[in-house]
């Protein structure tokens, strides 16, 4: 994929980062989905994507009209269609830069990394040309820009620990598991190295964590004094606050939820079996969606987390539980609604799950 030269680099970069070379390939190997340039004018330029939505916020008045008009600016995300062809995304971008020439190399991403230019103060360049400069100076350039953005955004150490889930949350968002790059990333290391990628971080709550369990930290964190959102997905601001709570306690500032923390976080229970921050079946989404789609169900929607904490207290089984709630849903909604009330009922199991983020090993191969 790379040159000899552009691998040789990347490992010096790895080692420089204190990462294991192999992990640094895989990632660039991954974002990159294999093509580095795209013939554009008689030239190789990086592969881009211009964004509508980021164009439209920066435009006022007369030009975000134009904008509008011309089909390069909306305010929703995705209106603004990028062709399949690179050249074509291009001259879309140089017709943007007609209008605003900051506000259009900003909004589009560059590079095998697909950093936005919008980030060009952020990762110390002088001005969103300085960014745009490196990423079509060479292959090497592109990666330089995407490990600046690495850096910049403290992505580091999840490299540094081999954890591909943790590294992706952080840096495709909250549908990283929805698009595989865990398992691709893990996948090209293997090939790469030889070796099967295993995380420091295995069995612990981290970036790339979804669940019961994060929630329940979350929690925790909230009553330490830390401003998170109780939702169940670790990202990067959960990270943020478990360093912050590392740090005023002690600890080793690594981000991760591992024993020591939970530890520390574990006074601020109210009592050693209270499970804070636990969702309601009632704000379960699938159990409120089978409710939207049952008139007689939301009789039992009343009462039904009541019923469920109850069953959950007294008798600690969650299948205990799930018989009395699944029993109250089938009696109600009868035959007819049988296929709501089971999707209910996953969507209530589900919700007192959790997904730590480690990849198996079959999965990486």
């Not at 994929?1 to 010096?12: K, N, S």
Request: charged share 25%.
């Amino acid at each position: 994929m790379f040159d000899e030269a552009t691998v040789r680099a990347v490992e010096r970069i790895a080692v420089r980062l204190n990462v294991e070379p192999a992990v640094l390939l895989a990632v660039v190997e991954v974002e990159s989905a294999g093509k580095v340039f795209a013939e554009v004018g008689g030239r190789h330029e990086p592969l881009i994507r211009f964004e509508g939505h980021y164009f439209d916020r920066r435009l006022t008045g007369r030009k975000r009209d134009q904008a509008r008009a011309a089909g390069l600016a909306h305010p929703k995300a995705g209106a603004v269609k990028n062709p399949r062809s690179q050249a074509v995304r291009w001259e879309l971008l140089k017709r943007a830069a007609r209008i605003d020439a900051q506000a259009a190399f900003e909004s589009a991403s560059y590079g095998v990394g697909q950093v936005m230019g919008a980030h060009w103060q952020k990762l110390g360049y002088g001005n969103v040309s300085g960014l745009v400069a490196e990423a079509r100076s060479s292959a090497l350039g592109q990666i330089e820009l995407m490990v600046k953005y690495i850096v910049k955004f403290g992505l580091v150490d999840e490299l540094q620990r081999k954890d591909f889930s943790a590294f992706a949350r952080g840096y495709n968002g909250p549908a990283f598991a929805r698009y595989g790059y865990q398992t691709k990333m893990a996948a090209a290391y293997r090939r790469i190295s030889g070796n099967v990628p295993v995380s420091a971080a295995t069995g612990m709550l981290r970036m790339g964590s979804k669940g019961a369990r994060v929630r329940e930290l979350q929690a925790l964190l909230v009553r330490a004094g830390h401003s998170v959102k109780v939702d169940g997905d670790y990202g990067t601001a959960t990270r943020d606050a478990v360093r912050a709570f590392q740090k005023a306690n002690g600890l080793d500032v690594d981000g991760v939820a591992g024993p020591e923390t939970m530890r520390a976080l574990s006074t601020y229970r109210l009592a050693p079996e209270e499970r804070p921050g636990q969702e309601r079946v009632t704000d379960v989404t699938e159990v409120k969606d089978a409710a939207k789609g049952l008139g007689p169900l939301a009789i039992v929607m009343a009462v039904r987390d009541q019923v469920a904490d109850l069953g959950y207290n007294l008798f600690g089984l969650e299948f205990e539980t799930a018989q009395m709630v699944a029993n109250g849903l089938l009696t109600v909604s009868g035959v007819i609604g049988t296929g709501l009330a089971v999707y209910g009922l996953y969507g209530w199991w589900k919700s007192r799950q959790t997904d730590e983020g480690d990849i198996a090993a079959g999965r990486a191969a």
